[in-house]
């Protein structure tokens, strides 16, 4: 958080096959932000992870204008930049 403490969050997803229909729906949520879960629906497990995935993303940039996220695994600085997809470059790129 600017001007704060450091904070950890951690982002929990889960794709299932929604009861009495062919779609899938995949929870996710960005847990230490004070953030609910939030379902995304797809025609397969695959479509309905992607779309989480992209919705992630969308929040993360909304994050990073809040906090500073950093990479835990590389220490690497995560910028809107770098959650933009299509826009590079992305951590782990050689």
Do not use: W
Not at 12 to 38: H, L
Not at 83 to 93: N, S
């Amino acid at each position: 958080m600017v001007g704060g403490d450091p904070k950890d969050i951690a982002v929990i997803m889960f794709p299932i096959k929604t009861v009495g229909s062919n779609d899938y729906e995949c929870s996710y949520q960005i847990r230490g932000v004070g953030q609910k879960p939030t379902s995304i629906f797809g025609a397969t497990p695959i479509q309905a992870m992607q779309l989480a995935l992209k919705m992630v993303c969308v929040e993360l940039i909304g994050l990073s204008r809040s906090y500073h996220i950093v990479d835990v695994k590389t220490g690497v600085s995560i910028s809107e930049d770098v959650l933009r997809p299509g826009v590079g470059p992305h951590p782990g790129d050689a």
